[in-house]
């Protein structure tokens, strides 16, 4: 069973690094190789149905190696780690030079299969750490979408618009979603494997945070300190 652990763990991390965005948007013949966040790029310069696509795909990224190592009844340990792998080739892909996505949405996918997964399997509460997870992540984009959706004198297509202003509820409700997802694994006494693989995804995407073009930052920067929590917190050096 060794050589099925090794391959589902790379071909997690291949699979999470796999560009389908850039490729869509090339597909359509957009160049979205320099932008920010390939997500809102692909939903505003390439069209609100591939944009969907590019967070169903992402979010399947977590999902496939989860639902293949249960298939074939491997580890609970390798079925985790190829879910952190997926989400790391995601942030840091090797057909980008390793400079990737954030992972929230790789991330979300593995959590969901993985918890889903084990309740069906062998830990009956495992569905609870996904409320856990998903409450605080909903409130933020609550706090961030419901305001816009609901302002009067918007039309149709506007209230469907992707992007607007920066937002500070959203990534700080991600940031403490992936928080509360090992805490609430472990408080509930779930299988210590998966609680370590939502730890280990906790800190991959803190550092994804923290790094994603940190060195063009810093050399503006007045207050490296400031900088460095507003990463952890709001996912930007700037609020």
Same mark, same amino acid.
């Given at each position: ?87 790391? !080739? @995601? ?5 980008? $030079? %390793?400079? /990737?996505?954030?992972? =929230?949405?790789?991330?979300? +996918?593995?959590? *969901? ?39 009067? !004198? @918007? ?5 469907? $618009? %992707?992007? /607007?202003?920066?937002? =500070?509820?959203?990534?700080? +409700?991600?940031? *403490? ?63």
């Amino acid at each position: 069973m060794l050589l099925a652990d090794i391959a589902l763990v790379i071909g997690a991390y291949l699979l999470g690094s796999l560009p389908y965005m850039l490729l869509l948007g090339r597909a359509r013949g957009v160049d979205l190789s320099q932008e920010d966040d390939l997500h809102m790029a692909l939903w505003r310069k390439v069209g609100r149905l591939e944009g969907l696509s590019g967070v169903l795909v992402d979010m399947l990224k977590g999902v496939i190696p989860i639902v293949v190592g249960f298939a074939f009844h491997l580890h609970l340990a390798v079925i985790a780690a190829s879910g952190v792998a997926a989400v790391v !080739g @995601q942030m840091w892909p090797v057909f980008r $030079k %390793f400079d /990737g996505e954030k992972g =929230n949405t790789t991330g979300i +996918g593995m959590i *969901i299969a993985l918890t889903m997964e084990s309740t069906a399997t062998e830990s009956p509460l495992a569905y609870l750490v996904f409320i856990i997870f998903a409450i605080p992540i909903l409130i933020g984009i609550g706090i961030r979408t419901v305001p816009r959706f609901m302002a009067s !004198g @918007q039309t149709f297509s506007e209230r469907f $618009k %992707f992007g /607007g202003p920066a937002s =500070n509820s959203m990534p700080l +409700g991600f940031a *403490i979603g992936f928080a509360a997802a090992p805490l609430g694994s472990w408080c509930l006494g779930q299988p210590l494997d998966m609680t370590l693989a939502f730890l280990a995804l906790l800190i991959a995407i803190m550092i994804r945070r923290l790094t994603a073009g940190l060195s063009a930052d810093l050399k503006t920067a007045t207050n490296v300190r400031t900088i460095l929590i507003n990463r952890l917190l709001y996912d930007r050096s700037y609020l």
